[in-house]
């Protein structure tokens, strides 16, 4: 996934790959301004952003935690890989699944 202007010069996997540090504010308070400039430039990633505020949320009220437990946080993660790798695969327009 990838902006067509390239907000801010920070590129979307980037952004992604660094999703949940912000999201935790876990990240240096310029690297925060740089991440909301670009999620204000780039629809994909601010959707993204968007989902994974509402899951954090849904987490708080059902788990009654702010944090995200590690293992479901391993899933998740390695969910939104497999789906990455997946869009990679049919962006150089090969099956994902290496067929």
Do not use: W
């Amino acid at each position: 996934m990838s902006c067509d202007d390239d907000p801010n010069g920070m590129d979307c996997s980037e952004v992604l790959d660094h999703l949940y540090e912000y999201l935790d504010r876990e990240l240096a308070e310029g690297d925060c301004v740089k991440y909301e400039e670009h999620f204000d430039e780039c629809s994909p990633c601010f959707e993204k952003y968007g989902l994974e505020q509402e899951v954090k949320k849904l987490v708080k009220r059902c788990c009654g935690q702010d944090e995200v437990p590690g293992d479901l946080r391993a899933k998740v993660m390695g969910r939104i890989e497999s789906i990455r790798a997946d869009e990679r695969g049919e962006e150089r327009g090969t099956p994902a699944d290496g067929e």
